[in-house]
């Protein structure tokens, strides 16, 4: 009997689940292999005692439009930066790779599945460098990587914010107001492109485009006759006005690497005030209703897909590789291709020409 391995990391999206199950179902019809899971990423070979759980069909069945991973996820540490408490209370990041890897052969690991975004699959081309059968799967809400027509999870976290849009077009229409809605999506803005021009706003504000804060007014200014009219806004977490950081939270968590953003609808308003804004301003922050609950069919269809694709590329060792979706193949890259830039708003991009073309503001 052959042992794939399953790992999920980095933040969870809608999907993982839909990717485990196809990938347990279509092992199935192989005779000689065995699927299992690291609980926690790969945290789950590195603990002692060890976390893994074999998944057969029991395991996966019906899982297939839950949010969420069953294997469980983290976006802090791993096994090149295993945090270790030092004896003064301060943290060191452990490279524990090579244990790692000794840990799999013992545990008869032939080849592993790593399902995760550009921070996951860093880990995957390193652990495929020393020598490790690994295979990349991408997932990511924020759709930034170029490497794959899209990933699972995506769209529906597009619906979700388009949902939120939705409701707050009726509140901001009622009370004659200024509705700013941050969503996710770090330094790609395709989440809030895509919510604002399917939920008709006014305004988009991106991480690609650094907005002018008097040019934004004239856009809201633009919408009310009087004190007569209202304005929804889409604020990307990543944006920032020309000049400015990033609006960050503060960051307590050991082994978390990535900056937290959030809190850019509240600088938002502050901005429009100290603009001149004299209308009255709420604001909406989605954060993880974006990530949790139930993928759409598009998005379980996909994940489908790819653990399909995943599997069959263990079958025929293709290893070092990430699946990708180039319309209409499910393919395959290099995880040095998959990695190598990220996939981010251009202006000259089908959806910003159709945006500026419905007339919507980015402040620039
Ligand atoms: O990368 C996906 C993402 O959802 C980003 O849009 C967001 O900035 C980040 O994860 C937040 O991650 P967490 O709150 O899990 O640390």
């Known amino acids: 009997m052959k042992r794939c391995l399953i790992v999920t990391g980095g933040g969870d999206c809608p999907g993982l689940n839909a990717v485990i199950r196809a990938i347990v179902k279509r092992a199935n019809s192989e005779k000689n292999w065995e699927i299992v899971g690291s609980i926690e990423a790969f945290n789950g070979i590195l603990n002692e005692p060890t976390e893994i759980v074999i998944l057969d069909d029991e395991k996966v069945s019906g899982i297939h439009y839950q949010g969420g991973t069953i294997l469980q996820t983290t976006n802090k540490g791993g096994p090149f930066a295993w945090p270790v408490k030092n004896r003064d209370g301060s943290w060191s990041a452990v490279d524990r790779s090579e244990e790692m890897l000794r840990k799999m052969q013992y545990l008869g690991i032939e080849a592993v599945i790593n399902i995760g975004g550009d921070g996951s699959q860093r880990i995957s081309k390193r652990l495929h460098d020393m020598g490790l059968n690994i295979i990349g799967v991408p997932k990511t809400i924020d759709n930034d990587l170029t490497a794959t027509d899209s990933t699972f999870g995506y769209q529906t976290a597009v619906q979700i914010a388009t949902e939120a849009v939705d409701k707050l077009v009726t509140t901001a229409?009622?009370?004659?107001?200024?509705?700013?809605?941050?969503?996710?999506?770090?330094?790609?803005?395709?989440?809030?492109?895509?919510?604002?021009?399917?939920?008709?706003?006014?305004?988009?504000?991106?991480?690609?485009?650094?907005?002018?804060?008097?040019?934004?007014?004239?856009?809201?200014?633009?919408?009310?006759?009087?004190?007569?009219?209202?304005?929804?806004?889409?604020?990307?977490?990543?944006?920032?006005?020309?000049?400015?950081?990033?609006?960050?939270?503060?960051?307590?968590?050991?082994?978390?690497?990535?900056?937290?953003?959030?809190?850019?609808?509240?600088?938002?308003?502050?901005?429009?005030?100290?603009?001149?804004?004299?209308?009255?301003?709420?604001?909406?922050?989605?954060?993880?209703?974006?990530?949790?609950?139930?993928?759409?069919?598009?998005?379980?269809?996909?994940?489908?897909?790819?653990?399909?694709?995943?599997?069959?590329?263990?079958?025929?060792?293709?290893?070092?590789?990430?699946?990708?979706?180039?319309?209409?193949?499910?393919?395959?890259?290099?995880?040095?291709?998959?990695?190598?830039?990220?996939?981010?708003?251009?202006?000259?991009?089908a959806l910003m020409k159709t945006a500026r073309g419905i007339g919507i503001s980015f402040g620039i």
Not at 263 to 289: F, Y
């Open 173 to 349: 229409a009622s009370h004659n107001r200024v509705l700013i809605l941050e969503v996710m999506g770090r330094y790609a803005g395709w989440i809030a492109l895509n919510a604002a021009v399917a939920g008709g706003a006014e305004i988009c504000l991106l991480p690609e485009f650094p907005y002018d804060i008097d040019k934004v007014l004239q856009s809201v200014n633009k919408r009310f006759e009087r004190d007569r009219g209202f304005v929804n806004i889409v604020i990307s977490e990543g944006a920032r006005a020309i000049g400015k950081d990033y609006a960050t939270l503060s960051q307590e968590e050991i082994g978390y690497e990535n900056r937290r953003l959030g809190g850019v609808a509240n600088v938002l308003m502050n901005q429009l005030k100290e603009a001149g804004c004299e209308h009255s301003i709420r604001t909406t922050v989605l954060g993880h209703l974006q990530r949790g609950g139930i993928p759409i069919a598009y998005d379980r269809v996909l994940a489908t897909q790819f653990g399909v694709k995943a599997f069959e590329m263990v079958l025929n060792g293709e290893y070092g590789r990430m699946v990708s979706y180039q319309h209409p193949y499910i393919s395959s890259v290099s995880l040095e291709e998959a990695l190598q830039q990220p996939n981010i708003v251009e202006m000259d991009t």
